[in-house]
């Protein structure tokens, strides 16, 4: 099977690995303001934001300022699955999130 290249293919894909490695996502709408990242994702106390794009697609000029420059929160813009599975370790490993310190969908951590 081909690597998927659409903006949605990869935006799901990500989001798939996201929940299977304890990250909880959440498509972000924002009506009347544009530029806003697609996923908003959260894990052990820690934020990321994802704008998704096709393969080879770029941010838009408004999508870079609102996303990357304005808010001093980790954000990034992914075109592919790989690099977006990449992301989401690398900030899990940063911010030293074991597996320990997640819980399932549908659980409640006991103290």
């Not at 894990?43 to 996303?67: D, M, V, W």
């Not at 592919?80 to 992301?87: C, D, L």
């Amino acid at each position: 099977m081909p690597a998927p290249v659409l903006e949605k293919e990869i935006e799901k894909a990500v989001t798939d690995y996201a929940k299977q490695t304890g990250w909880s996502g959440y498509k972000w709408v924002s009506p009347g303001y544009a530029g806003v990242p697609d996923r908003i994702y959260f894990i052990h106390g820690h934020c990321l934001c994802i704008e998704f794009k096709a393969l080879g697609k770029r941010a838009t000029k408004l999508q870079h300022i609102n996303i990357l420059h304005r808010h001093k929160i980790e954000a990034h813009v992914i075109d592919n699955v790989t690099e977006g599975k990449y992301v989401l370790d690398e900030a899990r490993e940063k911010w030293a999130v074991s597996d320990s310190d997640t819980v399932p969908r549908g659980t409640k951590k006991v103290p």
